[in-house]
């Protein structure tokens, strides 16, 4: 696992890259959400954007998919032969607006070398809702909506969802909180794997926020206890800490106050074997 992006929100930030995580399972690579600068990121690896051709979009905030422009447009400029966009309801007005964008290169490009494929052939969306969502020779992807949004039911705002993501492969699986507020259910899907990739609203990123957005810090992000404890809830023996900014000592001990198992502050470029 390469952790490409470990920061979350819209602040730019010197140290990290927009949120995004490549598994590698069997040869085959699936990407975790597609913040901002995941192509950069991967050619720091070693990579170019085609070894991303399969993308998991946890919900729809800009944070998690601003990158996918240039994944995509890259990738199709270099040859991959298609790229599969797997998110939540509205993940097909997403594809569609990336598609648009590369409109006015793909027509330069297809003059210049000969292009036949249209970018509306080349970049594919799924939406998906919670259960088994994606499968494979090497691993089982399932969803599970949880509490990042707190719209009041039957508003239009409503249809919007945010999920988690478990992905199991043979002995061994990793679960994705994604954005999230504590939730008991979480804990449940989470069960049993093996590594925990967490979000954390870190103390001094909450106090970094207005004080109107606390509330959403609050209820609809993980604090470094919350964090802790859903770890703890699920018992799983690895916690990897992303979607962060400034994280401290005192922020490690409010998450060892409730979790006794190894615990992995992300940051961006760190190799992690799975």
Known sequence: MLLLGTSGGPLARADRAGIATLLTIGGQTYLVDAGEGVVHQL??????????????????????????????????TLGSPRLDVYGPAGTSDLVEGVIRTMGPSARIRGAEQGFQRTPGDFVLAHEYAAGPIFQDAHVRVAALANRHYEFPQGSPAAANQSYSLRFDAPGRSIVFTGDTGPSAALAQFAKGADVLVSEMASHADRAAVPSNLRPHMDREHLSPLEVGKLAAAAGVKTLILTHIGVTGPSDISDVRRAFAGRIIVGSDMLRIPF
């Open 43 to 76: 050619g720091r690896a070693g990579m170019q954007a085609p070894a991303a051709p399969l993308v998991f979009l946890t919900h729809l905030h800009d944070d998690h998919t601003v990158g996918l422009t240039g994944l995509a447009s890259f990738s199709y």
